[in-house]
């Protein structure tokens, strides 16, 4: 069974600071993940994914993710954090059969 | 790009009642979804639709829910009758379906159940 795991549901960086959201996943198949960013009172729109081929993967936006499966991580970074950035971000693994399992969620603030 | 529309995008509607919330997926997508977000709370899978059928459904899609593709472009979530608990965004996505494909997203319909 494929799952995710979003340590924190809750982060605050400074503005220019790094940003660094975590998520760990279970599968039980190579997994396919991809991190999603909610806007207030908007839809889920997608800012990366990871299917096998590179490990360190770029996203919109300046975010990036890097998989590492002997952790079985898939944290997503963000070198320099601006104000438009505050958002939820959710982690998510796909099964083959392009089921979808979420996390919970991270809450962005950024700080002036 | 092609979008995922969601209408409308507020339904106030009384307790009891059945309501119906309309997605239009991108067009040649094959796979669709219907997600729910209490506020505050997680994206919550509710049912996966492909080839005219159910393929998957969580616990949350009982009874009271049903969902149909209508026509050759619109995706529809119906409530029969709503509960008070039934408040909430929610959310239809679709994907082209093969594995490892994103699932794009509306915009939502927030339901709020008097």
């Known amino acids: 069974a494929q799952s995710v795991t979003q340590l924190g549901s809750h982060v605050s960086v400074s503005e220019g600071a790094l940003v660094l959201l975590r998520c760990n996943y279970s599968s039980s198949v190579p997994p396919y993940l991809f991190w999603y960013v909610q806007y207030p009172n908007q839809g889920l729109q997608l800012l990366l994914k990871?299917?096998?081929?590179?490990?360190l993967v770029k996203g919109i936006n300046g975010f990036e993710a890097e998989f590492k499966k002997s952790e079985t991580s898939f944290h997503l970074t963000k070198p320099s954090a601006h104000m438009s950035d505050a958002a939820e971000y959710f982690c998510a693994v796909s099964d083959p059969g392009n089921q979808f399992y979420f996390g919970t969620g991270t809450s962005l603030t950024v700080i002036p | 790009e092609p979008e995922v529309t969601q209408t409308p995008s507020h339904q106030v509607t009384q307790m009891g009642q059945e309501v119906i919330l309309r997605c239009v997926p991108i067009?040649?997508?094959?796979?669709f979804y219907w997600y729910r977000q209490i506020l505050g709370q997680k994206v919550e899978f509710l049912v996966s639709f492909y080839n005219n059928e159910i393929s998957e459904k969580s616990e949350i899609f009982d009874d009271q829910f049903s969902v149909e593709r209508p026509d050759g472009s619109n995706f529809t979530l119906k409530i029969r009758s709503t509960k008070l608990e039934d408040s909430a965004m929610y959310f239809c996505?679709?994907?082209?379906?093969?594995?490892?494909?994103?699932?794009?997203f509306g915009d939502g319909t927030r339901l709020s159940i008097l």
């Open positions: 996505a679709s994907s082209a379906g093969q594995a490892g494909q994103p699932q794009h």
């Open positions: 067009s040649n997508h094959l796979y």
């Open positions: 990871y299917t096998s081929a590179a490990t």
